[in-house]
């Protein structure tokens, strides 16, 4: 085994399935698997120098401004090297007063998980943790709380789309000490922002799920501990060309959301019958393109999930491009090297191994996706998970502490958090689910049962603290869906995602009902916020990305335009007059 290896246990053997791909916007052609690549085109761009990987000389022209930013400093070295606690020490006059400073706060201090709130809330900061498998404890949570606690109105935290926590508030003088608390409860926000690995994602119903496939949870932490090096910073994978997701998929249910991921696990026995799992690469979403991902044709065993992460990504930190921000995903490599090219290249960086082709895929396809809102039975005999509603993923210091204390009262002092932005409180022994389920914080804010529309609700951030907004999205979320609720009954949960503008945080890709933020004309001809509408994504083994179907749409006439497509589309009914009174 190599020095990243781990051995896991092969969980019981079930009925097979297949991945599905597609593309929502047209590729460049990938070259045919015969078609040569020029040897040249594969020398490595970077190089190691002192600890840190930089851009080699030859290959500086043309590059992006951040890139440039990266090769004046590396933005690690604020962490490694003690650069944040002289920053944090500096007034904002004194940072402004020079561009090498003025970087610092608003590209590299991402590299820790810190992004400069700039446009909306000059001089404060969002932080972004990293929760591998979007487990978390009482403590975790009390100690977040009383982050934001301390800064009033500007203080919230928010469930993201990568099952995790950001919290909005921050000060940079406070920074070093928010870091070592942090430290202390074990949690990170390194290489969280930027051209780094994002939250590593798995089943929120890992290790508790009488269908699961196979825990997520023990994979997740090992690829955040090699991510990070053990939260203490790993420069060897902190310069890539732009942001790369990482799942993996431990249930039939697709929670984790694979095909919309740069590197997916998806789990599969070999000819052997030994597990493993087989590899999507590629999947993404951007301003100007969005692609789902595509088979590598490999399988690894479970003992090779870090060295075959270490592979894609240095081939990904090695070749891929890095002018045009839109066009440096690592889907763009795959498609100039083509997909045979790109998997030999991994395979070249596997110390010697061979990848298998895929394997026999564990997941099942013909599988009804699940609710995991409400209570539920655990696979452990006597205990129930409760799933509830966290409305567009937004949460206050108090709401925190309450859960935090629900989750030692009523469970084991953990919580889960979902990519649909709600939360899991595992581990309930029976004899206790009546008295949670009265507890104040979720009969009157955060319910187990919410309506169908709302319960899967997402939102990202939007205009009111994000600078790359062009809308106001969670309030408007939610007003615009009571509203319609009010109009039409539906009789199944229809997803209807919000994003603020087309870097689509929110996914609206992925949605029944997708809302992209746009500038648009209302019927005077004055411009006016609003939205372009997507229709049409699905999730799970038939995964497909929605398409565009109404540009421009005012916000304020919004209402009438997604009653009316409930009911074309999705079988909803208007309500009689009587019914709205009530």
């Given at each position: 085994?190599?020095?990243?290896?781990?051995?896991?246990?092969?969980?019981?053997?079930?009925?097979?399935?297949?991945?599905?791909?597609?593309?929502?916007?047209?590729?460049?052609?990938?070259?045919?698997?015969?078609?040569?690549?020029?040897?040249?085109?594969?020398?490595?761009?970077?190089?190691?120098?002192?600890?840190?990987?930089?851009?080699?000389?030859?290959?500086?022209?043309?590059?992006?401004?951040?890139?440039?930013?990266?090769?004046?400093?590396?933005?690690?070295?604020?962490?490694?090297?003690?650069?944040?606690?002289?920053?944090?020490?500096?007034?904002?006059?004194?940072?402004?007063?020079?561009?090498?400073?003025?970087?610092?706060?608003?590209?590299?201090?991402?590299?820790?998980?810190?992004?400069?709130?700039?446009?909306?809330?000059?001089?404060?900061?969002?932080?972004?943790?990293?929760l591998p498998n979007g487990v978390t404890t009482s403590s975790q949570t009390r100690y977040l709380a009383s982050v934001i606690r301390k800064y009033g109105k500007d203080g919230c935290a928010d469930v993201t789309t990568r099952q995790n926590w950001q919290i909005r508030g921050v000060v940079l003088p406070d920074v070093p000490e928010i870091l070592k608390g942090l430290a202390e409860v074990g949690l990170t926000s390194l290489q969280s922002g930027m051209d780094n690995v994002r939250n590593s994602v798995g089943n929120p119903l890992a290790g508790i799920d009488p269908d699961e496939i196979v825990d997520t949870r023990p994979y997740n932490n090992l690829l955040s501990q090699f991510i990070t090096a053990n939260s203490l910073g790993n420069p060897a994978m902190s310069n890539l060309p732009r942001k790369w997701n990482v799942c993996v998929v431990g249930s039939h249910d697709l929670f984790e959301h694979p095909h919309i991921n740069d590197l997916a696990y998806m789990p599969a026995n070999n000819k052997d019958g030994r597990f493993g799992f087989n590899l999507l690469v590629g999947g993404f979403f951007s301003a100007k393109r969005c692609a789902e991902a595509i088979p590598l044709d490999a399988w690894v065993s479970a003992d090779d999930v870090i060295p075959v992460c270490k592979a894609v990504l240095e081939a990904y930190r090695d070749l891929g491009f890095r002018g045009n921000r839109q066009k440096t995903r690592m889907m763009w490599l795959i498609d100039e090297l083509g997909i045979e090219v790109f998997r030999s290249e991994v395979e070249k960086r596997m110390a010697g191994k061979q990848l298998e082709r895929a394997q026999e895929d564990l997941v099942k396809k013909q599988w009804e996706r699940r609710d995991y809102l409400g209570v539920h039975p655990q696979k452990q005999e006597g205990l129930s998970y409760v799933g509830i509603h966290i409305p567009v993923g937004r949460i206050q210091a108090d709401e925190m502490d309450e859960l935090a204390l629900l989750a030692d009262e009523y469970g084991s002092g953990e919580l889960r958090l979902t990519v649909e932005q709600n939360i899991i409180i595992p581990n309930v022994d029976n004899s206790k689910l009546e008295a949670l389920l009265q507890e104040p914080l979720l009969k009157h804010k955060f319910s187990p049962e919410p309506s169908l529309l709302m319960k899967t609700l997402v939102a990202c951030t939007g205009n009111q603290f994000c600078g790359q907004a062009i809308i106001e999205t969670k309030a408007r979320a939610l007003k615009v869906t009571e509203e319609v609720e009010r109009q039409v009954a539906v009789t199944r949960p229809v997803r209807m995602h919000w994003t603020g503008c087309p870097n689509t945080c929110g996914q609206v890709q992925v949605a029944d009902i997708g809302f992209m933020g746009c500038m648009a004309r209302d019927e005077n001809g004055k411009a006016t916020e609003g939205v372009d509408i997507f229709l049409g994504g699905r999730i799970g083994s038939d995964s497909h990305l929605a398409e565009l179907y109404k540009k421009g749409v005012p916000c304020k006439n919004l209402v009438p335009v997604v009653a009316d497509i409930l009911v074309k589309h999705f079988g909803a009914v208007q309500r009689n007059r009587e019914e709205v009174e009530d």
């Open positions: 085994m190599s020095s990243f290896s781990v051995r896991f246990l092969a969980p019981p053997c079930c009925p097979t399935s297949r991945s599905k791909t597609l593309l929502c916007a047209s590729p460049t052609a990938a070259p045919a698997a015969s078609e040569a690549v020029e040897a040249s085109r594969l020398e490595p761009r970077v190089e190691e120098r002192d600890g840190f990987w930089v851009l080699k000389e030859e290959y500086r022209g043309g590059i992006s401004p951040q890139e440039k930013v990266k090769l004046e400093k590396d933005p690690m070295k604020l962490f490694m090297e003690g650069g944040i606690e002289d920053l944090a020490k500096m007034s904002l006059e004194e940072i402004e007063s020079s561009k090498h400073t003025k970087d610092d706060i608003d590209v590299r201090l991402k590299w820790l998980g810190l992004f400069h709130r700039r446009k909306h809330h000059y001089g404060r900061f969002m932080m972004r943790l990293k």
